[in-house]
């Protein structure tokens, strides 16, 4: 009974820690409201030009911020992590801990400026 318990106490540890592990995707920051393109949201409001200043935007009007990547759009828990409004638009390298088609951000990584 005692190796039984142990075992399954081992096997619940392990899916905790492994469920719990963060991962790095490549994607872009966007909004709740364009979601993987803001190409109709810039064509019908030229003033916003670019998809950074659009997601700014969606997200000042009540959007949440989104994050795509491989075509897939994640929820992001922590509306008020640091880095979001500055990579909006933008692709980055994020790390969180994803859970289903949500995502805990922890790390948002600018791509380096390519020199010419």
């Known amino acids: 009974m ?3 318990l142990w075992s ?4 619940v540890g392990l899916a905790l820690s492994a469920s719990a592990a963060d991962q790095t995707l490549t994607g872009k920051i966007s909004d709740s409201m364009c979601g993987a393109s803001h190409a109709k949201m810039i064509t019908e409001h030229p003033d916003m030009k670019t998809d950074h200043n659009c997601a700014v935007a969606c997200v000042k009007a ?3 911020y989104v994050f795509v990547s491989d075509g897939k759009v994640y929820n992001i828990d922590n509306q008020d992590f ?3 409004e500055k990579g909006a638009g933008r692709t980055v390298k994020l790390t969180g801990d994803v859970n289903g088609d949500t995502i805990t951000v922890s790390k948002i990584a600018m ?3 390519k020199s010419t």
């Open 2 to 4: 005692k190796k039984l």
């Open 8 to 11: 399954v106490g081992l096997f």
């Open 62 to 64: 009540g959007a949440k």
């Open 82 to 84: 640091a880095d979001l």
């Open 111 to 113: 791509p380096e400026k």
